[in-house]
């Protein structure tokens, strides 16, 4: 196991300043980095089959317990009882039959591509704010649709409605003339099974992410990301980074590093609540065999369940939880392209001057881990500091979560890529941008400044900008 309880070796005092070297921002911007196209370390894997292929340097032994993984996460969920106990299971309410349907060859999954129903990616979360908890972090779940809307339902089961969005178009002056078009969401339930949502319940938006790199992020120190954080903008750069700290055992907090708002802590975690509130399927950490339903949703929670004691009673045991872990963890990262090319190098340098890597913060260095050698001691360029920030009323889901302004930077390595596995991709957590220029042109709160860098700066360097965003 690579996540925080693993064992792993500290570094020494030279290694420790080998890393500071190799993750030091680049003040040469007339070639690349050493070993910077190798954005995951020595398992990067070229082109877009890396999201769905282990990584290079993944011992051989383990390669049979990847592809295990892999068929689990690609395998299509029916309901119970089922003559498959190992495929039974499904809902009673869902978004997917599979991981594979919101993540498609791994990737992220496809935005709207208009007004209209949402795609099976992108799924509304709920969430009552609860002002009494501290900053806001925690929420209570909607009275009768629970933490999130399950669109779909078994047969003779009421589904909990129709997720919409609208669009709003919002015109951003740029500089040189150009303008770009964008589009303020405003998601809706329509159709509700159950009555009406809770008056203070709040929709959050959520595309699925892709799966590049998920094992190398938890295997970046916990130190490295913390010593990132500057909460109250000490230094005065008005960045703010903030860590989201979790209860952990024995009350202990720990880091959290997965989803849009940093809400998992590992990737174990985050896999078993997609699996309970994306599928409707119960596991070690999730037990309950009726999913998300609440208990105002009777004939859901009396629905037979796919608990079975060859699977330790739940619907995906603790091995199939662990195989599938297994996948994600030793998923491969994209290979950089073109990295040497003058107009990325001359992005690169824009990326720089404006600001952006205050936040997607380049290369880390991971733990040494000597369970885990294919995630042992690499250098990696994910491009994020793994950190909230407040990112402006725009992007807002309203106050669920972490304060509703606050995001956790999205890695992103495979940014380039993301519509060579799904040409309906979007940019940013709930798909609103449909070009990397208008995902920059998004940013607010914290990253303002560097976004009206971005629209005042001549034309040609926006578009060496956005050229070196679709080489990572």
């Not at 919409?164 to 589009?183: I, Q």
């Not at 402006?392 to 940014?415: F, H, K, M, Q, V």
Request: hydrophobic share 40%; glycine share 12%.
């Amino acid at each position: 196991m690579t996540g925080p309880g693993a064992a792993a070796l500290p570094f020494t005092p030279a290694e420790e300043a080998r890393i500071a070297e190799a993750t030091a921002l680049p003040r040469d911007f007339t070639r690349p980095q050493p070993f910077e196209a190798l954005a995951g370390g020595a398992g990067t894997v070229a082109g877009a089959a890396a999201f769905s292929a282990p990584l290079a340097n993944l011992p051989r032994a383990e390669g049979l317990d990847f592809r295990g993984g892999q068929a689990l996460f690609d395998r299509t969920w029916v309901s119970a009882p089922s003559s498959t106990i190992a495929s039974d299971g499904l809902g009673p309410l869902f978004n997917a039959r599979s991981c594979l349907a919101c993540h498609p060859g791994g990737g992220r999954g496809a935005a709207p591509a208009g007004p209209g129903d949402l795609p099976v990616a992108l799924m509304l979360q709920l969430a009552v704010p609860d002002p009494s908890t501290i900053e806001g972090y925690l929420s209570q779940p909607d009275p009768v649709y629970g933490r999130q809307i399950q669109p779909a339902s078994l047969p003779g089961l009421t589904a909990e409605g129709r997720p919409t969005v609208a669009y709003d178009a919002v015109e951003f002056a740029l500089s040189e003339g150009e303008s770009v078009t964008l589009r303020q969401p405003r998601y809706a339930l329509a159709d509700p099974g159950y009555g009406p949502l809770d008056p203070d319940t709040v929709l959050s938006p959520r595309l699925a992410p892709g799966l590049a790199g998920l094992g190398l992020i938890e295997a970046i120190p916990e130190e490295a990301i913390l010593a990132l954080a500057d909460p109250d903008d000490a230094d005065g750069d008005g960045i703010s980074g903030r860590a989201r700290l979790l209860p952990g055992p024995e009350g202990r907090p720990v880091l959290g590093r997965f989803g849009w708002t940093a809400a998992q802590p590992t990737l174990e975690a985050q896999i078993a609540h997609a699996f309970a509130h994306d599928i409707g399927l119960s596991s070690p950490l999730y037990p309950e065999g009726h999913g998300d339903c609440t208990p105002a949703q009777t004939a859901c929670r009396a629905a037979p369940d796919g608990g079975n004691p060859e699977q330790d009673g739940f619907e995906i045991s603790a091995t199939a939880l662990d195989l599938v872990t297994r996948h994600a963890r030793h998923t491969a990262v994209p290979a950089r392209r073109d990295a040497d090319a003058p107009e990325v190098l001359a992005g690169k340098r824009v990326f720089h001057d404006t600001g952006c890597a205050a936040c997607h913060r380049p290369a880390f260095v991971t733990r040494r881990l000597p369970e885990a050698p294919a995630l042992s001691f690499q250098l990696i360029w994910p491009y994020s500091d793994l950190l909230l920030h407040d990112m402006g009323a725009a992007l807002s889901d309203g106050g669920a979560g972490a304060e509703g302004r606050e995001w956790r930077t999205p890695p992103l390595w495979g940014l380039g890529l993301a519509r060579a596995l799904e040409p309906q991709a979007g940019y940013l957590h709930d798909g609103r941008a449909r070009t990397l220029l208008e995902a920059v042109l998004w940013h607010g709160g914290e990253a303002a400044p560097a976004r009206d860098r971005v629209a005042t700066m001549p034309a040609a360097d926006r578009a060496a900008l956005i050229r070196f965003l679709e080489s990572l």
